[in-house]
């Protein structure tokens, strides 16, 4: 492995490094919506409708190049569904008439789209969907006219680093190549954003506050396993850096074969997808979490049986072995369409399965689509925040009666951990959800910046709830695997397989890592290294004393 780089950087920001990589660039700020000025006396209606005119055609420009650029189907579907919205001819003859009868550019633009999202509303149904997209299209269209950089994903035009307050899902899923790395102000390290920057396989940093004063074209140089941002670096240092993430990157991805210890202990390395578009082709043993709420994030209506088959046979098509997870809905994973009212601890409210305590036939279609759409594929299917053994056997008798044979709970709430035996009486295999299991243990909000230590599932009480699963696990001869963040974690990977964990599922991008850090060590040694961390947490994390060797064993140094 390579030495890291001599030179010293002027400064430094500290975050929580969430998707490993070092590398470095310009940075590129996400600009913030436009605020409409006061409405401006019009001297030159004939300029205004020029000003509405070019504005939307640059709106459009800009996203044509973006889908142009970007590097999944998903993120150019939906940047050229966008470029279109804004060559919308309508749109543009009541913008341009406003202007002509005496608005200013920018509040004619903004009544238009008012207007318009009025209408989309009206019809319902798909188009009414589309309302959130006309928000941002209008956005762009404002600043563009007022000269202000247009929000949302930056385009300077070459490779940069993106420093945001914080992103959404849909920013994170038209991210374009462009994006050396991610540094947001806010956000946990197991918050979707995290995840879903993870899976794009790009280094990214969260909950680092001293962002907010980075400017754009300000170089930085960014280290996803340390959280660290250096700043004010030169040009020469950015490009060694830059040459060195290209290296280990090329190496990892050559990586290939399926997981086990240095003496032959299987521990098949599995997939965590939002959707087909996050399946990589020789990466992963099947997948391990299909998470099927990110299909439907944006959607006011809910997705009919057929539109589901197609969605989840995407995914069963191109994968031997697939665990797909019914609808995770709440708190960070809005799905509007079941129109539930707002709660006051939304975390701790009607989400996951609970859901079907007010919305039943939600997952009896879902229960069937995914039947339906199983081919060939090997398909299991697991309920997401399952907390007693009744739920446990409901949900089993559920998917049963929808002709799906290999049923399972995930455990992701202490009271799961704790019932793991009486669960497996009834569920086939569990699957441990250490995001969500590290913030009930330790009622710390997983997207809190602030609680890091708290949510690092190297802590020994969630390694003992792991313990306890996979212990019953054993007795019942029923698969336990991880499907959390800490799967792809490579420190805590053998770890994960010391505690007797049997499989482990996490993005394309952590499984080159994950599967070298396995392949270094024995399965003893696994052992010993998960009874260490059972006693005295897995502290070695932090101060990197212990760490996985490319070749030969690997070791505790004390
Ligand atoms: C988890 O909670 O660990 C998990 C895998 O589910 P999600 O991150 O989608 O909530
Ligand atoms: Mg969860």
Same mark, same amino acid.
């Given at each position: 492995m390579s030495e890291p780089p001599p030179a010293e950087p002027p400064g430094s920001l500290l975050g929580i490094g969430v998707s490993p990589g070092h590398t470095a660039g310009p940075v590129a700020r996400m600009a913030a919506p436009p605020e409409l000025p006061a409405r401006r006396p019009v001297v030159d209606p004939p300029a205004e409708v020029k000003a509405v005119g070019a504005a939307l055609e640059a709106v459009a420009a800009e996203l044509e190049r973006r889908a142009g650029a970007a590097a999944s189907a998903e993120a150019v579907?939906?940047?050229?569904? #966008?470029?279109?919205?804004?060559?919308?001819?309508?749109?543009?003859?009541?913008?341009? %008439?406003?202007? $002509?009868?005496?608005?200013? @550019?920018?509040? @004619?633009?903004?009544?238009?789209?008012?207007?318009? %999202?009025e209408q989309l509303v009206a019809l319902g149904g798909y188009f009414g969907e589309r309302a959130a997209d006309l928000d941002d299209l209008r956005n762009r269209a404002v600043a563009a006219v007022l000269g202000l950089p247009m929000p949302g994903i930056p385009s300077p035009g070459h490779p940069f680093v993106l420093v945001a307050a914080d992103l959404s899902p849909a920013d994170t899923v038209t991210l374009g190549p462009e994006v050396l790395a991610i540094v947001t102000e806010q956000g946990g390290p197991t918050s979707h954003t995290a995840i879903l920057a993870r899976a794009r396989g790009v280094p990214a940093i969260v909950a680092c506050p001293g962002a907010a004063a980075l400017a754009d074209g300000d170089p930085v140089a960014v280290d996803g396993d340390t959280g660290r941002v250096d700043t004010g670096i030169r040009e020469a240092f950015a490009q060694e850096i830059r040459v060195r993430h290209g290296l280990e990157r090329a190496r990892l991805a050559a990586s290939r074969g399926p997981g086990r210890t240095a003496d032959g202990h299987p521990v098949p390395l599995l997939l965590n997808v939002g959707s087909a578009a996050d399946l990589r082709d020789g990466a992963g043993e099947g997948v391990g979490l299909f998470r099927t709420e990110f299909l439907f994030l944006d959607r006011r209506t809910p997705p009919s049986l057929d539109e589901q088959v197609a969605a989840y046979a995407a995914v069963f098509e191109r994968s031997p072995k697939v665990v797909v997870r019914t609808l995770d809905a709440g708190t960070d994973k809005p799905l509007p369409f079941l129109g539930l009212p707002p709660e006051p601890n939304p975390a701790l409210g009607l989400r996951g399965l609970r859901v079907d305590r007010v919305r039943p036939a939600v997952l009896d279609t879902q229960l069937a689509?995914?039947? #339906?759409?199983?081919?060939?594929?090997?398909?299991?299917v697991m309920a997401p925040m399952v907390a007693t053994w009744q739920e446990a056997r409901d949900f089993a008798e559920r998917a049963r009666a929808h002709g799906l044979t290999r049923v399972g709970a995930m455990v992701e709430i202490p009271a799961a951990a704790l019932l793991a035996d009486l669960l497996l009486e009834y569920v086939d295999f569990l699957s441990v959800g250490t995001n969500d299991l590290g913030q009930y243990t330790f009622a710390a909000d997983r997207m809190h910046p602030g609680l890091a230590d708290l949510l690092d599932p190297g802590q020994p009480a969630l390694l003992r709830l792991v313990a306890d699963c996979a212990r019953a696990g054993r007795d019942a001869g029923k698969p336990v695997g991880v499907c959390g963040e800490a799967a792809g974690d490579p420190r805590l990977a053998p770890v994960l397989a010391g505690l007797g964990v049997t499989s482990l599922s996490m993005s394309a991008a952590s499984v080159p890592a994950? %599967?070298? $850090?396995?392949?270094?060590?024995?399965?003893?040694?696994? %052992?010993?290294?998960?009874? #260490? @961390?059972? $006693?005295?947490?897995?502290?070695e994390r932090h101060d990197r004393r212990w760490k996985p060797r490319p070749s030969g064993a690997n070791a505790v140094e004390a």
């Open positions: 579907a939906i940047l050229e569904a #966008q470029a279109m919205m804004a060559a919308d001819p309508m749109l543009r003859e009541e913008a341009e %008439r406003l202007a $002509s009868e005496g608005l200013d @550019a920018a509040h @004619a633009l903004d009544a238009a789209f008012a207007a318009h %999202r689509a995914i039947a #339906q759409a199983a081919g060939d594929c090997e398909v299991w994950v %599967r070298e $850090s396995l392949a270094g060590v024995t399965f003893e040694e696994c %052992r010993v290294l998960a009874e #260490q @961390a059972l $006693s005295a947490g897995f502290r």
